[in-house]
């Protein structure tokens, strides 16, 4: 820029973010292969858990599931109320019967990224938690049977909120703190975002992540994160949803 003072400078990421909005055949079946690979490392995870755990454990065991796949990946862990925070904490945590844990990662296959939430319990759920989880299911299905070419981007998000809003977990934003979702493709986080006030029109071959939560300062939270796919005449999912608390994997 110095050399050229005459010239002027624009910022290109508009452009570049623009170019990966719409994914390939090839593309998807990066970003299919990465999200299977990181549910797969989630459910060999959880099946180890053991009372004792620190979310540092639980996050080297992610590393180490990930390292048998052959490709790289890793995990944010938090362990019962502080999964109440939807970017977790950095406080010490350990792991007691009874307690929610949540996932939060990915991995990277030739380039393009995983971005996967499950959150999953050690032992017994109670009620409420069963209940919670039960309204984020419900939130993220209907974000999907929503979404289908020709849609703003922001009525996804307004879609699953309303399911949670109309479940007592309301009003707004007071449960449901964040947006729905984000693009997602060679970077973890890509344009464009499924948020309110985001009148762009979905188009085959994008992709997101779908992930609503409910968090409740000082008890728990719930969130189910999986990548969503405008097809040409809908949506799906790249992963099986998380069907329920007690069988998060199916």
């Given amino acids: 820029m110095g050399a050229l003072p005459h010239a002027t400078f ?8 623009g170019c990966r909005r719409l994914k390939s055949p090839a593309e998807l079946a990066l970003l299919r292969l990465a999200n299977q690979t990181t549910l797969a490392v989630y459910e060999a995870v959880w099946k180890a858990l053991v009372p004792g755990m620190s979310e540092d454990d639980i996050a080297g065991l992610v590393a180490m599931a990930y390292a048998r796949t052959g490709l790289r990946g890793s995990a944010d862990v938090n362990i019962g109320p502080y999964t109440a925070s939807p970017h977790g904490s950095d406080a010490p945590q350990r792991l007691t019967e009874g307690m929610p844990v949540i996932f939060d990662g990915g991995c990277r ?35 999907l049977r929503a979404a289908r070419p020709g849609v703003a981007m922001e009525a996804l998000d307004a879609a699953a909120r309303k399911v949670i809003v109309d479940a007592g977990y309301g009003p707004d934003y007071a449960y449901f703190s964040h947006r729905l979702g984000h693009g997602s493709g060679m970077d ?16 085959p071959g994008m992709t ?21 796919h405008i097809t040409a005449d809908g949506a799906e999912l790249l992963t099986p949803q998380s069907p329920s608390i007690d069988h998060p994997f199916g």
């Fill in 10 to 17: 624009v910022d290109a990421w508009p452009v570049t973010a």
């Fill in 109 to 143: 296959a030739d380039g393009y990224t995983s971005d996967i939430t499950r959150t999953v319990m050690l032992g017994q759920a109670g009620d409420d938690i069963r209940r919670v989880f039960d309204i984020v299911l419900d939130a993220q299905t209907s974000a």
């Fill in 188 to 203: 973890m986080h890509e344009w464009d975002y499924l948020v309110r006030g985001n009148t762009r029109l979905l188009e």
């Fill in 208 to 228: 997101f992540s779908d992930e609503p939560g409910i968090y409740i300062p000082g008890r728990f939270g719930v969130r189910l994160e999986d990548i969503l």
